[in-house]
């Protein structure tokens, strides 16, 4: 990989230094996702460093914090190259990247300085603990993870069910719910006294991307670091929104295009695939006109149907790689195989319950008007 030693910035989705990077990140895809001879997951951390080098995680935010400020059809375009190349490496930078934009856009000046430049250099790694007030255990009566505010901070105590790359993290952004119900968001050193990092979940796919819990017994987080609140639902007010858009329907489809590449490239020398190759590029053209037109406001559809859209067309495009790779598709290290496995998440990564409730009607064949 010495060609990488010193590679030009990507400026622009139109860079050939995108296709380069994505190449790269293609090639070492394979060696995830398989414990090693230690029996420990591989962490992507040559994939990362790639994409540091590359000024990847420079994308994302504006100028003015040092960053190249994508339009969002750019990064749109990015991630669609991103997550055809690499699912595991593009989820974990879409988690880094809401770390690093909510450090950005909060109107703390020490957190921001103190973090933000080596956390776009990527020497750092930052990672955010949300999910438990958006979608994860939003059902439960009692808040898993609560705060009570003190003269110098919050006290934390409960868990955080699910963060990608915390055993990796130097800090993480994290959301706390307090007594009278509103909420706060504040960064979190992971070297704090009383944080526990468990161990990686053991996933059916993306387990490289070492998702698990992380639990806070009476961790004193100093004021210094607040981002948000306290406020009501902090994730959609201030700087807990619109971080993440139409990112997961992009990741979807980047998938799906990857599978449908593999489909058209076999489609040429076996004529029994060039129907449903072509249906499936039509298919997926179509749908990427939308969401890049959704991504400019131009209303070309809603968020939501395209995500029930990007969901379906990934879970048949994967599936229909598997069906024309054949036997050699079912073995382990065949990439269909593994597009199959990686389709699953978009069921249940940050799905609204009446998107959850639509793919559940479709699967067991009930009309919805």
Wanted: net charge negative; with cysteine.
């Amino acid at each position: 990989m010495n060609e990488f030693a010193d590679p030009e910035l990507i400026l622009s989705p139109d860079d050939p230094a995108l296709v380069l990077l994505c190449n790269a990140l293609r090639d070492l895809s394979s060696q995830l996702d398989h414990p090693t001879t230690a029996g420990e997951t591989p962490w992507p951390s040559k994939q990362l460093e790639l994409c540091g080098k590359y000024g990847v995680f420079k994308w994302f935010i504006d100028e003015e914090h040092g960053g190249w400020g994508w339009s969002a059809v750019d990064l749109a375009r990015g991630y669609l190259a991103l997550g055809a190349a690499c699912q595991t490496t593009t989820f974990i930078i879409t988690q880094r990247t809401g770390a690093c934009q909510r450090i950005a856009l909060a109107d703390n000046d020490y957190a921001r300085e103190t973090l933000l430049p080596d956390l776009l250099a990527g020497s750092q790694f930052s990672t955010v603990g949300i999910s438990h007030l958006t979608t994860s255990h939003r059902h439960l009566e009692k808040p898993v993870l609560t705060a009570v505010e003190t003269e110098t901070g919050f006290v934390l105590n409960g868990f955080c069910p699910w963060v990608t790359g915390a055993t990796q993290a130097e800090t993480l952004v994290i959301g706390a719910t307090l007594e009278d119900g509103r909420q706060i968001l504040t960064v979190m050193p992971t070297s704090l006294t009383g944080v526990t990092l468990h161990d990686p979940a053991s996933l059916v796919a993306l387990t490289s991307s070492h998702t698990g819990r992380v639990s806070m017994d009476n961790v004193a987080v100093d004021r210094k670091w607040l981002l948000g609140g306290p406020a009501e639902n902090v994730m959609t007010a201030g700087i807990g929104a619109h971080t993440g858009g139409l990112q997961t329907s992009t990741l979807a489809m980047g998938l799906a295009g990857a599978a449908i590449e593999f489909i058209v490239e076999e489609s040429q020398r076996r004529d029994e695939l060039r129907d449903p190759a072509q249906s499936l590029l039509t298919e997926w053209e179509g749908l990427r006109g939308e969401l890049l037109d959704t991504a400019a406001g131009i209303a070309a559809c809603a968020a939501e149907d395209l995500r029930m859209r990007a969901n379906d067309l990934v879970l048949r495009a994967t599936q229909a790689s598997l069906s024309a790779a054949k036997g050699a598709g079912f073995v382990v290290g065949h990439p269909a195989g593994r597009w199959c496995q990686e389709a699953l998440f978009f069921m249940v990564w940050s799905c609204p319950q009446h998107v959850m409730n639509a793919q559940l009607c479709q699967l067991a064949g009930i009309q919805v008007e």
